[in-house]
C-alpha cells in the first residue's frame, strides 16, 4: 500500500489538514528516532509546506495524542506515541469485543464463535463444496448446523 | 387502600420479564425478524412505562383524572398545603408522605433509565469518534471493495461504524479470505444496516445491558434482538445478493475468525453465525399475514396499555 498518499474512502469529508496529518504520521511511524519539524518538512513529497502548517499539524497530532513531543536544545522532536501495529490491533480489538457498548458503537459481519461451532461451520462449508478454501479440519465431534 | 392502576401496571411490568424470555426462546422471530424487532422495542418501552407508572400510580392521590393528572394534584395539593381532605389530620399527612415517596422513586426510576440511555449513547459517541480517527490515519480504499476502508490486518473481519460518517471497514485477512461475490454479499449486509441505522435500534437495548449485566434478561433481549438485527441485515442483503455467497461469507470468517473462545465462553452468541447459515440455505416460510397481524397488534397493545392505564381516568 502506498504511504501518505490519496485515501478514496476518506477523500469527500476529511480536509487537506486530514491528509497531512496522516502523511506526516507515517513519516514519524518510519523514523526509528524523533523528528524536528524541519525534518519532518523534509520528508514530506509535498515539499513547498509553510513550516509553521506542518508545525501546526504535529501540534495537533500531539493533542490527539498519537504525537509526543519533547524539547531538544530550542527545538521540538516530535515521535509517534505508539507504533502503527499497535493502532490496527487498537482498531481490530474495539471491533472484536463482545461488550454492549462496543456492539451497539460497531456492527460486525459475524461474532467470534467458539472452537465447537468452528468445527461445525468447517464442515458446512465442505459441504457446499468450499472445503478447499477454509483452514483443515481440527476435530470431528461437532454438531451440525441448524441442528 | 392500592390504587387498581398501581397494581395493574406493577403486574404488567413484572409479565414483561418472563414475556422477554420467551420471546428470546422462540423460533418464529427469525422466519420475520423484522417484526420481531418491533415487537421487542415494544415490549422495552411497555416496561419502561409500566414500571414508572406503577410507582407514579401508588402516589396518585386523585382517582377521577388519572394517574398523571392524580400525581399532579398529589404535588399542587401538597404546595398548595390549604384544602386537606376530612378525617383525622396525622392519618392525611402519613398518607401523603407515603404518596410522595412513592412518587420520588418512580421520577428516580424514570432518571435512572434515560440517564442509563444516555451514558451508553455518550459511551458509544466516543468509541465512534476514536474509531474516524484511527482509520482517518490508517486505512485505505480499495478498487475490490468501493466504497469500504481497508485495515491492513491479518484477522478476517468485517464491521461498520454508523452515524452520520458512516463508514463500512473489512481487514486485510477478510479482503484475501473472501472472493469477489462474497466482499459484495458483505458490502450489502453492512450497507443494510448503515441505512437502517441498526444501530439505534440495538442502542436501547446494550445500554440495558451495560448497566443491568447480571440480569439474564437483559442479556437475553440484547443477544436475541443483536441476532434479529443479524438476520435482518441477512434478509436485506439477499435482494442484491444470491443467498448463497452471503453464507459462505458467513462461514468463511466464522471459520477464520481471529479469536477462538473457548466453547461456552460467548454462551449466548454461541451458534449464532449457524443459525444465520443455516436460516440462508434452509429458509423457513414468512410469517403468513395473520401471524404478523397477531404481532402487530401484541406490539401496540404492550405500549398502549401501560400508556392508558397511566393517562385515563379510572
Known amino acids: 500500500m502506498a504511504l501518505g498518499t490519496y485515501v478514496p474512502g476518506y477523500s469527500n469529508d476529511v480536509n487537506r489538514l486530514g491528509e497531512l496529518e496522516r502523511a506526516i504520521m507515517d513519516i514519524l511511524w518510519e523514523s526509528p528516532e524523533p523528528l524536528t519539524v524541519r525534518q519532518v518538512s523534509g520528508n514530506l513529497t509535498e515539499r513547498d509546506l509553510a513550516h509553521t502548517t506542518v508545525m501546526t499539524v504535529l501540534d495537533r497530532l500531539a493533542k490527539k495524542g498519537f504525537a509526543r513531543r519533547e524539547r531538544d536544545g530550542r527545538a521540538w522532536r516530535y515521535r509517534a506515541a505508539e507504533t502503527r501495529e499497535a493502532y490496527v490491533t487498537e482498531l481490530m480489538l474495539s471491533a472484536l469485543e463482545q461488550t454492549g457498548d462496543r456492539h451497539a458503537a460497531l456492527a460486525r459481519f459475524a461474532r467470534s464463535v467458539s472452537e465447537t461451532e468452528a468445527a461445525a461451520l468447517r464442515r458446512a462449508l465442505e459441504a457446499l463444496g468450499q472445503g478447499a478454501a477454509a483452514r483443515p479440519a481440527g476435530e470431528d465431534r461437532a454438531r451440525g448446523i441448524g441442528d | ?314
Open chain 2, 1 to 314: 387502600m392500592l390504587p387498581a392502576p398501581a397494581i395493574v401496571l406493577a403486574a404488567f411490568s413484572a409479565a414483561c420479564i418472563p414475556a422477554g424470555s420467551s420471546l428470546a426462546a422462540a423460533r418464529w422471530p427469525r422466519r420475520s425478524p423484522a417484526a420481531a424487532i418491533v415487537l421487542w422495542q415494544a415490549l422495552g418501552l411497555g416496561w419502561g412505562v409500566a414500571a414508572v407508572g406503577a410507582l407514579a400510580a401508588l402516589g396518585a392521590s386523585d382517582a377521577r383524572s388519572g394517574v398523571a393528572g392524580g400525581s399532579f394534584a398529589l404535588v399542587s395539593r401538597v404546595l398548595g398545603g390549604g384544602h386537606a381532605a376530612a378525617g383525622p389530620r396525622r392519618l392525611v399527612a402519613w398518607t401523603i408522605g407515603l404518596r410522595l415517596l412513592a412518587l420520588a422513586a418512580g421520577l428516580v426510576l424514570l432518571l435512572l433509565l434515560c440517564w442509563i440511555l444516555v451514558a451508553a449513547f455518550y459511551a458509544v459517541i466516543r468509541a465512534r469518534r476514536r474509531q474516524h480517527m484511527l482509520l482517518s490515519l490508517l486505512a485505505h480504499g480499495d478498487p475490490k471493495v468501493p466504497g469500504a476502508l481497508v485495515v491492513d490486518h491479518p484477522a478476517a473481519t468485517a464491521y461498520c461504524v454508523p452515524g452520520l460518517r458512516s463508514r463500512i471497514v473489512i481487514s486485510a485477512g477478510a479482503l484475501d479470505l473472501l472472493d469477489q461475490d462474497e466482499l459484495a454479499a458483505v458490502l450489502a449486509h453492512e450497507r443494510a444496516h448503515l441505512r437502517e441505522r441498526h444501530d439505534l435500534v440495538l442502542l436501547p437495548f446494550a445500554a440495558l445491558l451495560r448497566a443491568f449485566r447480571w440480569v439474564s434478561v437483559a442479556r437475553e433481549a440484547e443477544a436475541a434482538v443483536s441476532l434479529l438485527v443479524e438476520m435482518h441485515a441477512d434478509d436485506r442483503a439477499l435482494r442484491h445478493r444470491p443467498a448463497r455467497e452471503l453464507a459462505t461469507a458467513l462461514l468463511r470468517v466464522g471459520v477464520a475468525g481471529w479469536v477462538h473462545a473457548p466453547a461456552g465462553a460467548l454462551a449466548v452468541a454461541d451458534g449464532e453465525v449457524a443459525a444465520r447459515v443455516s436460516r440462508l440455505l434452509r429458509p423457513d416460510p414468512r410469517l403468513p399475514a395473520p401471524a404478523l397481524a397477531l404481532v402487530a397488534v401484541a406490539a401496540v397493545g404492550a405500549v398502549a396499555v401501560p400508556a392508558a392505564l397511566l393517562t385515563l381516568p379510572f
